[in-house]
């Protein structure tokens, strides 16, 4: 195997029934490390590709469809593995099709993906999805609903993978040829650099051509800035970088980001300067305007030092998402829109993401904090 460490068993909740607690989940493995243990069992190296084939393009659950599969190699399979994807706790459907999903994990810690829709020119609908990699975060960014529900643990490859098989499953998305799911986002719950182990695997996994088949040009991760797994995700190449600034300054960004900025603003950005870019690639910074905190005319100035400073770089501005109970206010529209102004006149892109989806929580985190409440309300 490529990967010393074996994959989990990660059955689904109906496990314990079924006694599949002692099956492999086939999700946990990467191509290679499927060919592996193919070949440990005597199977050759094209049995995995079809195996792969089944699980990622034609999204089997279980093997007595896999037709160009041996009887005997499918009764193997069943009694030694299985292919367990989480089970969908709740879906909400926001007014502008933004679709939150909140998924039970097999041991039933729950994390949430978003389907987000865009129209392309011809008037087709596409989707984005932004993708969890940790039951919730360490990082304590005190404007994130994950943030405030503190670290949990990592999510598996298979864990981090499965988001996309729930999806495609949705969107009834079956032809890998013609994918509506076009762009994968990791913006979900959770900070990818701290899980970068299992971010990797899950990268490499989605540029397999006989998967999932997603080229890193259709990958965005971001990040509050770890500089070990910064490090890492440069000299992979697996992937675009967005970076979650939100503040201009160290002692704004303490404020706001406090895990996060225990690595000072500064040589983060000093580390940006020197990170190995694709081709016509431009790193993202991601700047959340909230309400009188760090949405002000000195801000701007400030954040436009910090842009100039960062060759290739760019900004999405993204409007605050309300979350109640939170010290924090959206911005107005006004603000917003001077803010927006101030970047422009100093000749710099910055676009207006308005947050989608803000009537069903979409917000990072937001979903799971509510359903945890009602939960407890309902105790
Ligand atoms: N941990 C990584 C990846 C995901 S964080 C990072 O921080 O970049 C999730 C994203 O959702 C971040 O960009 C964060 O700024 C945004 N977010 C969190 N709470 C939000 C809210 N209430 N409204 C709008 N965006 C929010
Ligand atoms: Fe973690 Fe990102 Fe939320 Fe900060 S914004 S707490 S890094 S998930």
């Not at 932004?130 to 919730?136: E, K, Y």
């Not at 939100?246 to 225990?262: C, D, I, V, Y």
Request: charged share 25%; with cysteine; proline share 5%.
């Amino acid at each position: 195997m490529q990967d010393t460490q074996a994959p989990q068993a990660a059955p689904d909740s109906t496990a314990a029934d079924s006694g599949l607690e002692h099956r492999i989940n086939l999700l946990e493995f990467t191509l290679p490390e499927l060919k592996d243990w193919l070949a440990g069992l005597g199977h050759p190296a094209f049995r995995a590709v079809q195996l792969w084939q089944w699980i990622w393009q034609h999204m089997a659950r279980d093997f007595d469809n896999m037709s160009n599969i041996s009887k005997a190699l499918r009764q193997q399979l069943k009694e030694i593995a299985c292919i367990s994807w989480p089970e969908v706790d709740r879906i909400q459907v926001s007014s502008d099709g933004t679709t939150k999903f909140l998924l039970r994990l097999a041991d039933n810690e729950r994390i949430e993906t978003v389907l987000i829709p865009s129209t392309s020119r011809e008037g087709n609908v596409r989707w984005t999805q932004c993708l969890s990699t940790q039951v919730g975060c360490a990082m304590g960014c005190t404007f994130c609903s994950t943030g405030t529900m503190g670290f949990t643990r990592n999510m598996t490859m298979g864990e981090i993978l499965s988001q996309i098989l729930v999806a495609r499953d949705y969107l009834h998305d079956t032809r890998p040829q013609w994918p509506i799911l076009r762009n994968l986002v990791f913006m979900g719950m959770g900070e990818p650099l701290l899980n970068y182990r299992e971010l990797e695997r899950a990268l490499r996994a989605l540029n397999e051509n006989a998967g999932l088949n997603f080229s890193p040009r259709r990958i965005t991760v971001s990040t509050c800035g770890i500089r070990k797994g910064l490090q890492e995700l440069g000299e992979s190449g697996l992937a675009f970088l967005a970076i979650s600034l939100h503040a201009p300054t160290q002692e704004l960004r303490q404020k706001l980001m406090p895990g996060a900025a225990r690595w000072p603003l500064e040589d983060l950005i000093a580390t940006l300067n020197s990170y190995p870019l694709k081709t016509r690639e431009r790193i993202t910074f991601e700047y959340l305007l909230l309400g009188h905190v760090n949405d002000g005319p000195e801000q701007a100035r400030q954040l436009i030092r910090i842009v100039r400073s960062v060759r290739k770089s760019k900004i999405n501005l993204i409007v605050y998402n309300a979350t109640p109970g939170s010290p924090y206010e959206a911005p107005s529209e006004e603000r917003v829109l001077a803010f927006e102004k101030i970047l422009w006149d100093a000749g710099i892109t910055a676009v207006i993401r308005k947050s989608k989806g803000q009537d069903i929580d979409a917000a990072c985190g937001q979903l799971k904090a509510t359903a945890l409440k009602e939960e407890e309300g309902a105790r």
